[in-house]
């Protein structure tokens, strides 16, 4: 399986600055998105340093591995390197006056073969776009998604909810915390996006499934998602990652190339 990845960030319309990051390693399959914690302090601050310390360690483990490590070992190397992080970042609140109570959420992923395992804290999502349908992987980490659970709500009515932004879990907030990890079988033409609530938040799904349907280039989808969040009023930083998925050609064979067939 051969991956394209794309992304596009944007300060929103009514933010005035970024606490979203983004990055990912193309030649690891690894991708990391943060949201820095709307209300905290410093979130810019947590989102850089979780996204830029997990695409190092994890990304440098990944290199090293060549392929060749399995899905559990991914798991425990994911699991150590999200701590590591979580650490960093808390440690940094408690020694740094003006880093208190930061936090963000995140979502990290590792396309692999066929295979794609993405853990997730708090309400930054990972999304599957296949054959025309729009399917949400990660569950969010929120007192609404709780509501929901607990049929305290419906999801038409959390769709409207004004308490769209308050996480159950986040990163570096606590000394401790949890990744849920999620396994995927990963297909021929699958999309996968990595979002902030900066696009959840204004855009629905139905919306975002007839964007990512265009057939036009991996970045102009990107941009164009951005684009009708900020249209739907912007009122959040907004973030997203593109993985298109596609089947590498086949392999020729020694005697077919010599005869350039």
């Not at 399959?29 to 310390?53: I, K």
């Not at 007839?210 to 970045?219: F, G, K, Y």
């Amino acid at each position: 399986m051969i991956y394209k990845y794309c992304t596009e960030t944007n300060t929103g319309l009514t933010r005035q600055n970024n606490e979203d990051a983004v990055a990912f390693d193309e030649s690891t399959g690894l991708v990391v998105l943060a949201d820095g914690m709307g209300g905290y302090n410093a979130g810019e601050v947590a989102s850089n340093m979780a996204t830029a310390q997990i695409k190092a360690e994890l990304g440098r483990w990944l290199a090293q591995a060549g392929g060749q490590a399995g899905p559990r070992d991914i798991r425990r190397a994911m699991e150590i390197c999200v701590d590591n992080a979580n650490e960093a970042i808390f440690n940094a609140a408690r020694t740094h006056a003006a880093y208190a109570g930061m936090g963000t959420t995140l979502v990290v992923g590792v396309f692999q073969g066929h295979a794609l395992l993405v853990g997730h804290i708090g309400d930054s999502r990972c999304y599957r776009f296949r054959r025309g349908a729009l399917v949400q992987v990660t569950r969010d980490h929120s007192l609404l998604q709780e509501q929901v659970d607990a049929g305290l709500l419906t999801p038409q009515q959390a769709a409207v909810s004004v308490n769209k932004n308050l996480v159950t879990r986040a990163l570096g907030v606590e000394n401790a915390v949890q990744l849920e990890l999620t396994e995927c079988q990963v297909e021929d033409g699958d999309l996968y996006l990595l979002c902030s609530d900066g696009l959840s938040d204004m855009v629905s799904d139905a919306a975002m499934a007839e964007v990512l349907a265009q057939q036009t280039s991996l970045s102009q989808r990107a941009k164009d998602l951005v684009r009708v969040a900020n249209e739907q009023g912007g009122r959040d930083n907004i973030t997203v990652l593109l993985a298109q998925a596609e089947a590498a050609p086949p392999t020729r064979g020694l005697i077919s190339r010599w005869l350039g067939k």
